[in-house]
């Protein structure tokens, strides 16, 4: 059993910063791809930014330039720094992470998804 645990969300005027945090545990083996994904009303589920176990990043356009996504793999947790907020931030953002896992000898890889946290910019 592993999950994904989101912290840091809330609400905070345009042009302010929030930074996310999202914690994995459980019976981890290993851990490559983590990803912040987010969901406005209405709309489709979006990557926002992922980051490889070596430190590769992909960003979506809209958060370049704004938004770094960084990881501790010592504590197996992810982070969104997010500046320069605008209103059409405002989404549920969700942590997602590609785990392996180990029973005895059986491995096995899990898409993993966190229960989300909700992030608001007002105008």
């Known amino acids: 059993q592993v999950q994904l645990v989101e912290s840091g969300g809330g609400l905070v005027q345009a042009g302010g910063s929030l930074t996310l945090s999202c914690a994995a545990s459980?019976?981890?083996?290993?851990?490559?791809?983590m990803g912040w994904y987010r969901q406005a009303p209405g709309k489709q589920r979006e990557l926002v930014a992922s980051?490889?176990?070596?430190?590769?990043?992909n960003y979506a356009d809209s958060a370049k330039g704004r938004f770094t996504i960084s990881r501790d793999n010592s504590k197996n947790t992810v982070y969104l720094q997010m500046n320069s907020l605008k209103p059409e931030d405002t989404a549920v953002y969700y942590c997602?992470?590609?785990?392996?896992?180990?029973?005895?000898?059986?491995?096995?890889?899990?898409?993993?998804w966190g229960q989300g946290t909700q992030v608001t910019v007002s105008s």
């Open positions: 459980g019976r981890i083996f290993s851990i490559n791809t």
């Open positions: 980051i490889t176990n070596g430190g590769s990043t």
């Open positions: 997602n992470a590609d785990i392996r896992t180990r029973s005895v000898y059986v491995y096995v890889n899990r898409d993993v």
